[in-house]
């Protein structure tokens, strides 16, 4: 088993940075892909980003791509997620998740094996 908890999340204006972290416990999680999620008030859940698990690759939703960036430090079994030139429409709920099996494009969160209990993440205009 694998325990994930997320924090960092916040309240931040348009135009702001935040950086969230999850935190794994449990089992190293060196061995999966590692993503993040959101969910939005009355939307479904998306995906937002995946890393490999050596940390080299990296894959984007087209919504964040060149303002967020994922990285891992497999030392310290942490994932991180740098949001830069944050939007009003980036607030949610944010998630990290682990993967076992899955390659890094791929979106859909029923191949996530743990997830965390989310991080409130809200953008003010």
């Known amino acids: 088993q694998v325990q994930l908890v997320e924090s960092g999340g916040g309240l931040v204006q348009a135009g702001g940075s935040v950086r969230l972290s999850c935190a794994a416990s449990?089992?190293?999680?060196?061995?999966?892909?590692m993503g993040w999620f959101r969910q939005a008030p009355g939307k479904e859940r998306e995906f937002v980003a995946a890393?490999?698990?050596?940390?080299?690759?990296?894959y984007y939703a087209d919504s964040v791509s060149g303002r967020f960036t994922i990285s891992r430090d497999n030392a310290k079994n942490t994932v991180y997620l740098q949001m830069n030139s944050l939007e009003p429409e980036d607030t949610a709920v944010y998630f990290c998740?682990?993967?076992?099996?899955?390659?890094?494009?791929?979106?859909?969160?029923?191949?996530?094996?743990?997830w965390g209990q989310g991080t409130q993440v809200t953008v003010s205009s």
């Open positions: 449990g089992r190293a999680v060196r061995p999966y892909v």
């Open positions: 890393v490999s698990p050596n940390g080299y690759n990296t």
């Open positions: 998740a682990a993967s076992y099996y899955s390659s890094i494009r791929d979106r859909d969160g029923r191949n996530y094996d743990y």
